[in-house]
């Protein structure tokens, strides 16, 4: 079998340059890594991970946390982070691993896979993973804020109160005086960034948003975010006197369409709605197209890695991020005329 030190001495380059060909720690000439690969390629060699693992005290992994729903699907958002973090590690020499158990449902899930460092999504209020990671000495990223808040801890977040504010404000602009809310999960930090810019605005125009007005998503209740939208609009709409949603997710608010069908309610003409993540996809091919929220999961997920990386490698300090957030304005939401 051959060796990395054949593979050297047949392509006359030193053993370093051919870990950094194989592992792309460094940049190497286009001639030199060809040279490299062909008689890599001739020897039949293949480079030894695990070995290689063992020689740098390093395994060269950074694990992604991202918790599957109980349907097994993933949303856009998670799809595009998922995205934006494969393409900053494949380009630092990292593999990713992808971890979907629900560990904050079980402390003993916490994960001991063979990583260097961990992308943890969803972070919640007094979030047990965080003391649990830092407990055992292995580099953690959030994506999401903390609570409470630590300037101790790295994180990469939407300015979601702004974000919020700004939907708010574009529905109250255009007439609108009584919202269904339907945010995601009551303990999750989003959740309460996201509460506070809507009750911001509505105070701003001397509102109040009411807290029955307010729902929140529960896997007790609810299989997926189609289910949420859908139930929470059929068990409110002849209740609760609203005009528009703001929806937790793209697929929170195509329930919320089905529903508005199934009542013969049309949108936007009697009800408006507006998504805050943005499957552009799934957006465009919705009837009518829907209003939403662009979050830039790629540029988050890019950015979480580079943060884990780069404390990996003790190159920085903790910093936390800001990716803004912007709304995309379709065809979901009307002018709401008030006598």
Do not use: W
Request: aromatic letters at 6%; proline letters at 4%.
């Amino acid at each position: 079998m051959a060796t990395i030190d054949d593979v050297a001495r047949q392509a006359g380059v030193s053993k370093g340059t051919v870990s950094s060909v194989f592992s792309k720690k460094r940049p190497i000439s286009r001639q030199v890594s060809e040279r490299v690969l062909n008689v890599a390629k001739e020897l039949g060699y293949y480079p030894n991970h695990l070995a290689r693992s063992l020689a740098i005290k390093k395994t060269m992994i950074v694990g992604l946390r991202v918790p599957l729903p109980s349907d097994g699907c993933m949303s856009a958002f998670e799809s595009q982070l998922i995205n934006g973090v494969i393409m900053e590690c494949s380009k630092q020499g990292y593999r990713v691993l992808l971890d979907t158990l629900p560990e904050q449902d079980d402390p003993r899930l916490f994960s001991q896979d063979p990583v260097d460092g961990v992308i943890l999504l969803n972070p919640r209020k007094n979030d047990p993973r965080i003391g649990r990671y830092g407990q055992m000495g292995i580099p953690f990223v959030l994506v999401g804020r903390p609570d409470p808040f630590d300037e101790s801890i790295s994180c990469v977040d939407n300015n979601n109160t702004d974000v919020s504010y700004q939907v708010g404000d574009y529905l109250l602009r255009n007439g609108h005086r009584s919202v269904l809310f339907l945010n995601s999960a009551s303990d999750m930090t989003v959740s309460y960034d996201r509460k506070l810019g809507l009750s911001e605005v509505f105070r701003h125009y001397g509102l109040s948003l009411r807290e029955e007005h307010v729902m929140y998503f529960t896997r007790k209740l609810f299989a997926n975010g189609t289910d949420y939208g859908y139930i929470s609009v059929m068990n409110s709409y002849r209740k609760l006197n609203y005009t528009a949603v703001i929806a937790d997710t793209d697929r929170v608010a195509l329930g919320v369409l089905r529903a508005a069908r199934d009542l013969g309610v049309e949108v936007p003409e009697e009800l408006s709605v507006i998504a805050l993540s943005n499957d552009a996809i799934l957006a465009q091919n919705m009837n009518p197209r829907l209003t939403s929220v662009e979050l830039s999961a790629d540029l988050l997920g890019a950015e979480a890695a580079n943060m884990l990386i780069e404390k990996m490698s003790g190159m920085s300090d903790n910093r936390q991020v800001i990716i803004d957030a912007k709304l995309v304005v379709r065809e979901s939401c009307s002018f709401r005329s008030n006598p």
